[in-house]
C-alpha cells in the first residue's frame, strides 16, 4: 500500500556540504523510481531515475541508490547549493495491466544555509 | 520547447459552482495524467490516458469529478459541484508512453480555491 505521513520530514544542510534524502517504497515489484524536486509554486521537475536492474546511477551532483532488499531509495546531492532548497519526492512505478502508474512519497523539504 | 501547459493557474470560485481545468501536454506524449497535490494527502493521481483513452481513474474521488480527452493535445478535469474539499493545485503531466515506464513531465498546476 501507499506510505502517506502528516507531516513533512526537513534536512537542513550548509552550503557546500553534501545531502542524503531518504526513502522507503511499498511495492516489491516495483520496476522504475524517480526523483523529483518541486520548488514553491512549481510542479515537479525531474531530477534522476533508475531502473529495478540497477543499484546505482549517477547524474551530474546527485546520486540514486536503489536497495531493493529493503525497499530503500536515496538521493545524494553533492555539494548542495541555495538553489536546491527544494521539496523532494521519491515516486515508484507500479506496474498495471497497461502500463504502469507513479505513486509518489510524501516529500522530504531541503533546506540550505549560507 | 514548450513544456505542459495547464490554465488557467489560479481559480477562486463559490461552492457548487463548475470549475473546469485545462491542460496540453508535450507534443508527441501519449499518455496524459492528472494530480491532485493537497498538504494532507501529497501528490495523488486521479486518472491517466494512454492514446487518448482513460486507463485507470481509480483516483478520481467522486463522481463530481470527471476527466476528458477528446485529441491528443487537449485534456480537461472537470468537477462539478465544487466544494470546499476540493481546494488543492491540480496538476498535469504527460510521458511518451505508459508501456514501460517512462518520465513523467508536469505542468505549472493550476491553484483551485473553492468558498
Known amino acids: 500500500g501507499e506510505s502517506v505521513g502528516l507531516h513533512l520530514p526537513t534536512l537542513s544542510v550548509q552550503e557546500g556540504d553534501n545531502s542524503i534524502i531518504n526513502c522507503a517504497y511499498s511495492n516489491s515489484a516495483s520496476d522504475y523510481f524517480i526523483w523529483y524536486k518541486q520548488e514553491s509554486g512549481k510542479g515537479p521537475q525531474f531530477i534522476i531515475d533508475i531502473r529495478s536492474n540497477m543499484d546505482k546511477r549517477q547524474g551530474q551532483r546527485v546520486t540514486v541508490l536503489l536497495n531493493k532488499t529493503v525497499k530503500h531509495l536515496s538521493l545524494q546531492i553533492a555539494a548542495t547549493q541555495p538553489g536546491d532548497s527544494a521539496v523532494y519526492f521519491c515516486a515508484e512505478n507500479v506496474l498495471l495491466s497497461q502500463g504502469g502508474k507513479l505513486i509518489f512519497g510524501q516529500g522530504t523539504e531541503l533546506s540550505v544555509k549560507p | 520547447d514548450a513544456g505542459v501547459i495547464q490554465s488557467p493557474r489560479h481559480e477562486v470560485t463559490e461552492m457548487g459552482q463548475e470549475v473546469t481545468l485545462r491542460c496540453k501536454p508535450i507534443?508527441?506524449?501519449?499518455?496524459l495524467f492528472w494530480y491532485r497535490q493537497t498538504m494532507m494527502r501529497g501528490l495523488e493521481l486521479l486518472i491517466y490516458f494512454n492514446n487518448n483513452v482513460p486507463i485507470d481513474d481509480s483516483g478520481m474521488p467522486e463522481d463530481r469529478f470527471s476527466a476528458k480527452m477528446p485529441n491528443a493535445s487537449f485534456s480537461t478535469l472537470k468537477i462539478q459541484p465544487s466544494e470546499p474539499r476540493d481546494s488543492a493545485v491540480y496538476f498535469c503531466?504527460?510521458?511518451?508512453?505508459?508501456?514501460?515506464?517512462?518520465?513523467?513531465?508536469f505542468g505549472p498546476g493550476t491553484r483551485l480555491t473553492v468558498l
Open positions: 503531466a504527460s510521458s511518451r508512453s505508459s508501456g514501460a515506464a517512462d518520465t513523467q513531465y
Open positions: 507534443s508527441g506524449h501519449n499518455s
